[in-house]
């Protein structure tokens, strides 16, 4: 059984940083591409950044230059390194797995979804 679990999530202060992690188990995804999506109260789910199986990143304009994605493949893990943090990044995060290898920013393109953590950014 596949299973994406996120940690890192938490409460922050409007410019500060927070790291998200998202591990993997039940199968590897070093071919994968994988993403990072949040999901606001109210609104819907929401592309944040992708990383292809070799590095490719794709970012939404909203985080570019704040955010960081990347992957370590021996871990079979994602993380999500987040700076400059705004009150407007408040949201449930979320680690997705797709079975193909390139990037994607529509979440029907994904196969596998975590449980989501909480990230809380006071103004």
């Known amino acids: 059984q596949v299973q994406l679990v996120e940690s890192g999530g938490g409460l922050v202060q409007a410019g500060g940083s927070l790291r998200l992690s998202c591990a993997a188990s039940?199968?590897?995804?070093?071919?994968?591409?994988m993403g990072w999506f949040r999901q606001a109260p109210g609104k819907e789910r929401a592309f944040v950044a992708a990383i292809s199986w070799s590095g490719n990143t794709n970012y939404a304009d909203s985080v570019k230059g704040r955010f960081t994605i990347s992957r370590d493949n021996t871990k079979n893990t994602v993380y999500l390194q987040m700076n400059m943090l705004k009150p407007e990044d408040t949201a449930v995060y979320y680690c997705?797995?797709?079975?193909?290898?390139?990037?994607?920013?529509?979440?029907?393109?994904?196969?596998?979804w975590g449980q989501g953590t909480q990230v809380t950014v006071s103004s």
């Open positions: 039940g199968r590897t995804f070093s071919s994968n591409a």
């Open positions: 997705a797995g797709r079975k193909g290898s390139i990037v994607k920013t529509d979440n029907y393109d994904y196969d596998y």
